[in-house]
């Protein structure tokens, strides 16, 4: 056991030496006047990152008390990612850190994550280096943390611009943007017909949550899973995608560069 333990501390001795020159050479060879102007990520593994790094020697070390680790362990990833971000001089970043389908979890774990990003949202804002925006179908949270969402303002008229996607599903986005547009519609005094023949495919992207905003160049989910479970289903329609093994907590600024250099060495066709 000892030898396996020192194997492995030389291992990652190795790796620290090594990673520094191997970021080096990525970004040596990166064409950053290709960079992305908008990041879309998802923050996955969380949990499977806490069961793995479990303290066996802590026997009440399970269940929702090394869930909320790993949420914990993900959310402060987020600043040091943001730094990556503005490093690359990407513009716009959407970090999914609750789905609609994760308010199904059970209430204890749920009311642990909910505080965990409730600090998180107050840490981002508090940094004044960024413009903090919540975006997802707020009313579905807890009143206090709906609050605090809808509160965030903008504290500056330049750089990075950051979504935070809480409460946050795709079909839900596109069912509230075609509810807004059929009420704009209403409000003007448009019959059905004339609300029919004006829809269209700008007309909706008015109402997402994302308005205004460029749609996302590279989408990012990390955990190993292959599929975007609904992430910015109507922006993500020229997207590139990115998937990579790491858990959340575990992800690196090498892991991100990649990301950017697999961008940048995309031919991208836009459909054509």
Not at 8 to 26: C, D, F, H, Q, T
């Amino acid at each position: 056991m000892q030898s396996a333990e020192l194997l492995k501390g030389i291992r990652n001795s190795v790796k620290s030496l090594l990673y520094p020159l191997y970021e080096w050479r990525i970004v040596r060879d990166l064409d950053f006047s290709k960079t992305p102007h908008h990041v879309g990520v998802i923050l996955d593994g969380n949990r499977r990152w806490a069961k793995a790094n479990r303290n066996e020697a802590d026997p009440t070390d399970v269940g929702i008390k090394n869930s909320a680790k790993g949420h914990k362990a993900g959310a402060n990833k987020i600043i040091e990612f943001l730094g990556w971000c503005e490093e690359a001089d990407v513009k716009v970043v959407t970090l999914w850190l609750l789905s609609t389908d994760n308010l199904k979890r059970s209430d204890e774990e749920l009311v642990e994550l909910l505080k965990i990003i409730g600090v998180t949202v107050d840490e981002l804002a508090a940094t004044g280096r960024w413009n903090i925006k919540a975006v997802g179908a707020l009313d579905l949270l807890p009143q206090w943390l709906a609050q605090k969402l809808t509160g965030l303002t903008p504290c500056r008229s330049d750089g990075l611009e950051v979504n935070v996607a809480i409460s946050y599903g795709g079909r839900r986005e596109i069912v509230d943007a075609v509810k807004s547009y059929m009420e704009q519609e209403a409000n003007l005094g448009h019959s059905m017909a004339q609300a029919q023949a004006n829809i269209s495919t700008d007309e909706i992207a008015k109402f997402l949550y994302t308005a205004g905003q460029p749609d996302p160049e590279l989408l990012i989910r990390t955990s190993g899973e292959q599929r975007l479970g609904g992430f910015l289903l109507w922006q993500s329609a020229l997207s590139e995608f990115y998937f990579c093994e790491a858990y959340w907590p575990d992800f690196r600024r090498v892991d991100f560069l990649r990301a950017l250099r697999a961008y940048s060495l995309r031919q991208r066709r836009f459909g054509s």
